[in-house]
């Protein structure tokens, strides 16, 4: 008989939505996410819960897109990032799959005075290569920035004999930490979301990169909001209309607020806001959604989209008068401040709302971020479908065969729930088993969960486990 082995992840669950620092936490809201339109759980009468929902077939494919803000006050957060990231690779690594086959790829914010559909920029900014901005920018082109990479962006796959083909010399961490020091000498309107469109959207200077059927996890790091602009007119020299030739210009046209600032007239003034959001009826600034249907559409399942931002926090957010060479003008101000500043990303967060629970936001605030790029590589990690069982489930019985567990396990597709059956000695039917392996799973008990097939699941089939945890 013909045999598969598929393995799925299995996660603590959530306890609190606004702890966004706990790594079991951050696993437990990818989980319940993995499969959004699997059937429904019956209600357990019991202490079983939901503790993962996974594809049945695993994908290694992993095209990782950074998306680094080059403007003036980037240098010490890009050196924060690098110096961080180890953290990030030991994620991905953990469970015992090791690193998926990976296409590792940096751009910067800088787009210049272009907007979104329209061939010709607007005039150019204040002084390139000291924050002015000019034509096209970098075009969301691939960067190594001197890296010792064959080609535009890094390559790391995984060989059926074990071993590696990588297109780069030196180590993952040395190498990208070379790729994401850009410098901070880019455009100060800075257009992450037009970037990273014009990255993906079949920009032949990134040829290669994007692999149809890999799950795309785009990761942002700025200290400034998303300024994408609709309308080259934005960077225009009509102050009477726009007011100074600033950044709050994106602010001020591309956000609103329930709460002092529902017109840009609103936005103008000082004072506090509440409610914000991005604007779904500027003419200046794109509406977010065009890029979150963007994403999607490059996929043929939704759930292969993982967005991610390290920003200011989207709260709270105001206006205040602030000098600009003499000149009193209206500015948004930092959401956080002391050794790390940087302004709200409302719009940024706009996005990431479009993505529930196949997002996450941790601050840029902060100068170590090793916990918030340990919390996307895990979920990077699950998606792809790591082994390790990150939690302790209750009433471990080391009895035979295997290690016996209270949990409930279910493969779904579309409403479809079709029960799985522990295994036995012979394991002679489609069957999942809990195997100890402290190896490869080092953390809580050491354990992994194995699901052993006899014939291959639906394409479209999600594994879902529900147990009794401590």
């Known amino acids: 008989m013909t045999r598969f082995a598929g393995v799925v992840t299995v996660a603590w669950p959530l306890q609190s939505s606004a702890d966004m620092t706990t790594r079991t936490t951050i696993l437990t809201i990818l989980m319940a996410s993995a499969c959004g339109g699997g059937g429904q759980s019956p209600p357990d009468a019991d202490r079983h819960q939901t503790v993962v929902e996974l594809p ?9 897109l950074f998306m680094i803000d080059n403007s003036g006050s980037m240098a010490d957060k890009q050196a924060n990032l690098v110096a961080s990231f180890p953290s990030f690779i030991n994620a991905l690594q953990q469970g015992g799959a090791g ?36 034509g096209l920018g970098d075009g969301g082109k691939l960067t190594v920035n001197g890296a010792p990479i064959t080609g535009s962006f890094l ?14 010399t030196g180590t993952l961490a040395a190498v990208f930490g070379q790729m994401a020091q850009l410098g901070a000498t880019g455009c100060g309107f800075e257009q992450p979301l037009h970037a990273i469109r014009a990255a993906l959207d079949s920009n032949p200077a990134n040829a290669g990169f994007l ?23 934005l960077f225009g020299a009509d102050e009477t209309t726009l007011g100074p030739l600033q950044s709050f210009r994106c602010t001020r046209f591309g956000v609103t607020c329930a709460t002092g600032g529902a017109s840009p007239d609103e936005m103008n003034i000082a004072g506090p806001k509440a409610q914000c959001a991005a604007s779904v009826s500027s003419t200046l600034l794109d509406g977010v959604s065009d890029y979150r249907d963007f994403l999607v559409g490059l996929k043929p399942d ?14 709270p957010v105001a206006v205040e008068p602030r ?23 409302v719009r940024i967060q706009s996005l990431l709302d479009l993505f529930p629970q196949r ?49 409930i396990v279910e493969d779904l597709v579309g409403g ?29 008990q050491n354990l992994k969960l194995v699901v052993v097939r006899s014939s291959p699941p639906e394409p479209t089939a999600v594994t879902r486990m529900r147990c009794v945890v401590q």
């Open 416 to 444: 479809a729930v079709t029960p799985i059956a522990p295994c036995d000695a012979a394991e002679t039917a489609t069957c999942w088993k809990v195997q100890a392996d402290p190896a490869s799973c080092p953390s809580a």
């Open 359 to 407: 997002s996450l936001a941790p601050t840029i605030c902060q100068q170590d971020l090793s916990g918030g790029l340990a919390d996307i590589g895990d979920l990077i990690a699950s998606t792809t479908g790591s082994p390790c069982v990150p939690t302790p489930l209750a009433d471990i019985d080391p009895g035979m065969p295997g290690i016996q567990v209270d949990c």
């Open 56 to 64: 049945a077939t695993q994908n290694r494919d992993v095209d990782l």
């Open 211 to 233: 692999r149809p059927e890999a799950v795309l996890a785009v990761v942002m790091l700025t200290d400034e909001d998303d300024c994408s602009a609709a309308d080259p007119a």
């Open 155 to 168: 390559s790391d796959i995984g060989l059926p004999d074990g071993t590696r083909a990588r297109n780069y």
């Open 302 to 315: 939704p759930k292969q989209v993982i967005v991610s931002a390290f920003m200011g926090t989207p709260e």
């Open 99 to 134: 690193l998926p086959n990976l296409h590792l790829g940096v751009i910067s914010s800088d787009m210049g005075t272009s907007a979104r559909g329209n061939p010709n920029p607007a005039p150019p900014v204040g002084t390139v290569g000291n924050g002015g901005c000019a």
């Open 323 to 345: 000098d600009t060479n003499g000149v009193t003008q209206p500015a948004l101000a930092h959401s956080c401040t002391g050794a790390v500043v940087a302004d709200p990303g």
